[in-house]
């Protein structure tokens, strides 16, 4: 696909999601331009790949976080509630319990900072992966 992990794209399709790709086939959603603007040192607006939207869906969307920032250990799990609106669950298993639900769990888990970490409302603990919500557009 020619991307590599840290990339932020767009899709040429008009529509306005943006994403950032890891190296294991997996993007993840900026909700929202707040969110975005968390992360200054990825350049802005003017850094967005644009991409084809095939390219944009062959990668799997991914919405789990844990805060790099402070190395916090846990994950969450970010539930999109409408548009530009979402919770924040903790992914509250055992590392072994979350790749026997999902072998690629730790592929799966995007590092975020502790701005973004807060802006979220916070949801009630998720207990199994299975929980997880998939997003969609």
């Known amino acids: 696909l020619a991307l590599v992990e840290g990339d932020v794209i767009g899709a040429l399709s008009g529509d306005p999601d943006l994403y950032i790709v890891n190296n294991y086939g997996y993007k993840r959603l900026f909700l929202n331009p707040v969110i975005f603007g968390f992360y200054g040192h990825l350049g802005g607006f003017t850094s967005v790949r644009q991409v084809a939207p095939a390219t944009r ?18 994950i969450y799990a970010v539930q999109v509630s409408g548009e530009d609106e979402a919770t924040l669950h903790w992914v509250n298993v055992s590392g072994q319990q979350a790749v026997a639900e999902d072998s690629e769990f730790f592929k799966k888990v995007f590092c975020v900072n502790s701005q973004e970490l807060n802006w979220y409302p916070r949801g009630a603990d998720y207990t199994s992966v299975f929980q997880v919500p998939v997003y969609s557009r």
Do not use: A
């Open 57 to 74: 869906d062959i990668l799997k969307t991914s919405g789990l976080f844990r805060n790099c920032e402070t190395n916090d250990p846990r």
